[in-house]
């Protein structure tokens, strides 16, 4: 499955953005899809993730309360509603796709398939 992350730009503190991540190759509910991010200098993080159906959804704590991750199967597409953003969200962000929400949530987590990333800037 190949993955394309959008949605990125540029916005103040406390805004909002949704960024979606859309696939082809192959029917994206076949796999679980999570977010993760990376800003510079600093490893990549677990953002949210969810499963095949939409029915569990996990979250880091930095983002709980303020991100909704959710899906749309017939789009083929996954998004990431990020609102209440602040200077700390900024990164660059990629959507990844593997079997189980849960494990992409782990600490460490590799999923088989990433997309390219979409940057997404706070400013203060």
């Known amino acids: 499955v190949q993955l394309q992350a959008s949605g990125g730009g540029l916005v103040q503190a406390g805004g909002s953005l949704r960024l979606s991540c859309a696939a082809s190759?192959?029917?994206?509910?076949?796999?679980?899809v999570g977010w993760f991010r990376q800003a510079s200098g600093k490893e990549s993080e677990f953002v949210a993730a969810?499963?095949?159906?939409?029915?569990?959804?996990f979250y880091a704590d930095s983002v709980k309360g303020r991100f909704t991750i959710s899906r749309d199967n017939a789009k083929n597409t996954v998004y990431l509603q990020m609102n209440s953003l602040k200077p700390e969200d900024t990164a660059d962000y990629y959507c990844?796709?593997?079997?189980?929400?849960?494990?992409?949530?782990?600490?460490?987590?590799?999923?088989?398939?990433w997309g390219k990333g979409t940057q997404v800037t706070v400013s203060s």
């Open positions: 969810i499963s095949r159906s939409g029915a569990w959804t």
């Open positions: 190759g192959r029917t994206l509910s076949s796999y679980a």
């Open positions: 990844a796709a593997d079997s189980s929400a849960q494990q992409m949530s782990i600490t460490g987590a590799r999923p088989a398939y």
